[in-house]
């Protein structure tokens, strides 16, 4: 499936989603294996079939090599993991669980298989989808003590919040409709 016929499958009501997201393919904020790797690793925090499906297909059209569909889907996973534990104990008010080693192997953080600025970009879009303040702003800090502008990080966050309304569309579309699933 590609990102029109994506597109094509969300109902009247979210026709604004349909529209961001053919802007977001094209957007020139990010470079394309940045752009792609946040698409793949946005789909892949919302786990939402079709939307998978179609952004993989269409990253892999648009150019995105293995290594670095592999390093967004690595960033999805691990995030998936993070964002829980560091998210809950930002929310703590305990002090001493922010003092404490969070115990948890994080070695594909350090070998992503990805240009570093393209794997922190897809850890932003799904720490967003997660919700994990503590994420987003450590990723937030490293990527502007790199150099990259706000406004590519915005893309980062506008691709994730896209994709998982488009995901999300889909999602209640198929249990309010189940006979128009896609076989």
Known sequence: MSIEALRARLPDYAHDLGTNLAL?????????????GCFVASACAVGEPQTLRAIDAAATAAGLTAEANRAARKAAAMM????????????????????LPCRLRLNRLAHA?????????????VSAINGCGACLDS??????????????????LRI????????????????????????
Do not use: K
Not at 24 to 36: G, I, K, Q, S
Not at 113 to 125: N, P, W
């Open 80 to 99: 998936a993991m993070t964002n829980v534990y560091f998210r809950a104990v930002h929310l703590m008010e305990g002090a001493a669980y922010q003092a």
């Open 139 to 156: 990723h937030e800090a490293d990527l502007r003590g790199r150099g990259v502008e706000p406004t590519q990080i915005q893309a980062a």
């Open 160 to 183: 994730a919040a896209v994709v998982s309304a488009v995901a999300r569309t889909l999602a209640a579309e198929a249990a309010l409709h189940p006979q128009n699933l896609e076989i």
């Open 113 to 125: 298989g990805a240009r570093g600025v393209t794997y922190d970009l897809s850890c932003v879009a």
């Open 24 to 36: 977001l393919v094209d957007d020139p904020a990010l470079d394309p294996e940045a752009r792609w």
